[in-house]
Structures are given as C-alpha cells and as structure tokens.
C-alpha cells in the first residue's frame, strides 16, 4: 500500500542528478530540469510519456550518465513541474524548446529520446527552431501520431466504433488510481506491459504511474484522444530510429510502421517480441544501446574537440 513515489533501491531508482534546474516555457510554464553527468560529454535529452516523470527513465540516466551528459525533464504536471491551464500540442513543443535553449550551448547537438507521449513530444516541435538547431537525432519509443484510441487494444475487441468509445472512456477516466496494490500492479501489466515483464519492472512503472495526478492524467488523456501530429512526423528530418514492443496495447506496432514509412530519415525500426508499452523499462539495455549508436558520432565529434588543443600545444 506504500504510496512511494519510485522505486527506492535497484537498477530502476532514479539516480542523484548532478545538478537541477527550472525552464520557463512560453506563457511561463515551470519545467524541472535535471541534468546527470560530466559536463563536457555529448548530449542526450530524455522525454517521459503520458502519467510518468524523470523517474521512468532510471536505468537509461543511470547507465548512460557514465560518460554522457543526460538531461531528463518533467512534462507540465507531472513529477516536479507545476501544471499549468495549457495542455495541448503547442505546449509540449513549447517546453521541449525551452529545456533544450536552458540546457545546451548555442549550436551544440543532442540525441533526443522520447517514449510514448515523450514521443509526440518531439513530433510536435519539430519544425521548432530550437529542435531544427539542437537534434542531432532522435529515437522514438513506443509511440504513435495519430488515431490512438481508435489502435489501442486495450480492450478484448475488434477495432470500430464499440471498442473506441470503450477506450476513451477507460484511457480518460477521471477516477484515482490509489495506492499501488497487488490488483493495481496487475491490471497496469496488462495494459501497458509484455506477459513476461518481471515484478520489479511492473512495481517501478506503477509507481511512477500512481504518483501522476489524476487531473494530469485526464487533462493530458483528452490531448492524445484528438492527436494528430502527422505533419509533425514530416518535419522530423534528422536520423530517427523507431522502437516498439509486439505486445504494445496502447500504441501497437501499427504506429510504429507508419511513423517509419513517414519518416524522411529512419534509420532503423526495431520490434521487440513480447515486449509492451513500456520498452525502457522492459527493455533497458537495448533502448540505452539504440541511444548509445544514435550518439557515437557525436562522441567522437566531442573526442576530438577535447584532444585539439593538447595537440596543438605539443
């Protein structure tokens, strides 16, 4: 019955952040920053999903913080950022923009990584002139652009009209979750996890899932109800690579291949067998290592800035 907020202990205990910050968005939205690493590294930004927070990404900041400098941030409302009255697409493209000009040095790239609404995130501010300026890459978990209720198999249903309504009315429900029970864990396994997630990977998504509030969670449920961000997918025209688990009910392998079909530039779509919604989680050393290649380059590119000047000295 604990009402933790995360996991405390374990590979999915969000780690100590370096140092943290605030980004003021456009209208004056209040977004938390943390920043994990050295300084100096290559850059990756991490960009949680619908009901979760910073925590959802622990064993990606934790592995990858070795040797690059990852910014991880809360969405409007969730985790440690205030709600705000504006809730849409514009918003999440506005605060996006204003993490990446609050944390990266004019000109310097980074590897954006978003899951789920994390995702839509990035589609939605494509065309920004800070995504334009900073995204190196991006990977996209677990996601989809469009047509969401209308996909989901959450329900034991035929697609059409039954199912959506049912679906709506279940994804936007505006009842509390309470605590994090035994039932609690096994119907978040079922909607967002493969059959053959390990108990300690349900526990630590349904805490990160229980402690979003549930006026967040509506809100933000009746912005992915009417997404269409399939311009925004268009707009995506640097290396993106697609991930999604077989099992996913809430955005199916069918979002994945259209959003790779779509795309100008994927270089890779990655299906993982059994796995559902909550692939860095279920899958956290593939997803850190999807992160790790769309980065090398960069790496290297940061490698041979730092060595210049001691060879030119010599």
């Not at 009417?226 to 268009?234: I, N, P």
């Amino acid at each position: 019955m604990s009402r933790l907020l995360h996991i405390a202990a374990g590979p999915y205990a969000p780690p100590v952040p370096a140092r943290e910050l605030t980004a003021t968005a456009t209208g004056g939205a209040r977004i938390h920053v943390e920043v994990h690493g050295p300084e100096n590294a290559p850059a990756v930004v991490l960009v949680h999903g619908w009901a979760c927070s910073t925590a959802f990404w622990a064993a990606q900041t934790r592995a990858l913080a070795a040797d690059h400098r990852v910014i991880a941030y809360d969405q409007r409302g969730h985790g440690r950022s205030p709600a705000d009255p504006a809730c849409g697409t514009e918003a999440l493209a506005d605060d996006l923009e204003a993490v990446l000009e609050a944390t990266l040095a004019p000109g310097e790239q980074a590897v954006i990584a978003g899951h789920s609404m994390g995702g839509m995130t990035v589609m939605a501010a494509a065309a920004r002139p800070a995504v334009r300026a900073h995204a190196a890459a991006v990977l996209l978990c677990s996601t989809g652009s469009s047509r969401l209720v209308a996909s989901a198999t959450v329900l034991p249903l035929g697609e059409g009209r039954a199912r959506t309504w049912l679906t709506r009315r279940i994804l936007g429900s505006r009842a509390p979750l309470g605590p994090v029970t035994p039932m609690a864990r096994a119907i978040l396994k079922y909607a967002t996890m493969g059959p053959g997630s390990d108990p300690h990977m349900v526990d630590a998504c349904a805490r990160v899932v229980h402690a979003c509030p549930r006026r967040v969670r509506y809100a933000w449920s009746q912005v992915l109800d009417l997404l269409d961000l399939d311009d925004g997918v268009r707009e995506l025209r640097m290396p993106v690579e697609v991930v999604v688990g077989t099992a996913d009910r809430l955005t199916p392998p069918v979002h994945a291949r259209s959003l790779a079909a779509a795309l100008p530039h994927c270089v890779g779509l990655t299906e993982l067998p059994g796995l559902g919604h909550m692939t860095p989680v279920e899958a956290p050393d593939l997803v850190t290592g999807k992160i790790r290649a769309l980065a090398a380059p960069h790496m290297s590119a940061a490698r041979t800035e730092r060595d210049a000047p001691a060879e030119e000295s010599a």
